[in-house]
């Protein structure tokens, strides 16, 4: 009897202690889980830290998704740099300036080491808000962050707008004259010169007459088909105002009157 009380016993404190272990153990792993961190974890928590204190609306900010955070090495910034100077070598006066610029990065592209050198951190961002027009918007934004996972820079406005009031003007040219023109395939005359779109992707088709040579007539009518993209800045500067410029074959994007004043262009409308 005393036997079977005492094996009784012995399991029970076996029990009891395997049940304090496991407790321990998962109490430990929670503990150890929390404190961990990583490059994710810390990009993702430095962004959300950032859009909290630059956001004009930070109670309505709500975090939707990150992606795998990425990184920039040394090589990747100077490869970058290559090809930015590959545009101009041919057509700058200074081509001869940019090919020893470009044979310098070369020569440091040949440094080991480099592809692995990390100098900044890249993160894609998904998250609602309030945006500058007061309208709930999604927005996807890519983080450049330094290797303290400090933000540096963003690739489109962190603010967001639905909307932008668009002005359309054509340039009053002696060569040439506009007749009217489409938008997103409305028709208007030149008359009309104010517009709401929403942001994104948008086209616009003119008619364009050339004036005669020796003659005050005009060739037949020419049209021309050009897209363009209505985003909000990157420096989150706010204004609306988008200023389309319809000047002979081309379009000009303004976002602000002074700096239409400063292209000296003769306009139909006082915007």
Same mark, same amino acid.
């Given at each position: 009897?005393?036997? $079977? ?23 430990? %792993?929670?503990?150890?889980? %929390? ?59 200074? /081509? ?18 480099? =592809? ?11 998250? /609602? ?18 290797? $303290? ?67 005050? =007539? ?13 985003? =909000? $800045? %990157? ?11 319809? /000047? ?7 976002? /602000? ?10 306009? $139909?409308?006082?915007?």
């Amino acid at each position: 009897m005393i036997a $079977n009380q005492i094996i009784i016993y012995i399991k029970l404190t076996i029990k009891t202690l395997n049940m304090k272990t496991i407790a321990y153990i998962l109490c430990l %792993a929670v503990f150890v889980t %929390a404190c961990t961190k990583t490059p994710q974890t810390i990009a993702e928590k430095e962004v959300k830290s950032f859009l909290k204190l630059k956001l004009k609306n930070p109670g309505d900010y709500k975090a939707i998704s990150f992606e795998k955070l990425d990184t920039i090495t040394e090589a990747d910034t100077l490869k970058l740099a290559l090809d930015y100077y590959n545009m101009f070598v041919g057509f700058s006066a200074d /081509s001869q300036k940019i090919k020893q610029a470009m044979a310098a990065i070369n020569e440091r592209l040949a440094t080991p080491g480099l =592809d692995t050198n990390i100098v900044y951190y890249s993160i894609i961002h998904k998250y /609602s808000h309030l945006g500058l027009d007061n309208e709930k918007l999604e927005l996807e934004v890519r983080f450049i962050l330094d290797k $303290n996972f400090k933000v540096l820079h963003y690739d489109r406005g962190i603010q967001g707008q639905a909307y932008f009031d668009v002005a359309i003007a054509t340039d009053l040219s002696e060569y040439y004259k506009i007749d009217r023109y489409e938008l997103d395939g409305k028709p208007y005359s030149t008359s009309t010169v104010r517009h709401r779109l929403p942001y994104g992707k948008h086209t616009i088709r003119w008619w364009k007459a050339d004036k005669m040579l020796m003659s005050d =007539d005009y060739l037949p009518l020419v049209s021309y088909n050009k897209e363009f993209w209505l985003m =909000d $800045n %990157a420096k989150d500067t706010v204004p609306g105002i988008r200023i389309l410029v319809i /000047s002979g074959d081309y379009i000009f994007t303004y976002n /602000s009157k002074e700096e239409v004043e400063k292209s000296e262009k003769t306009l $139909n409308a006082v915007l």
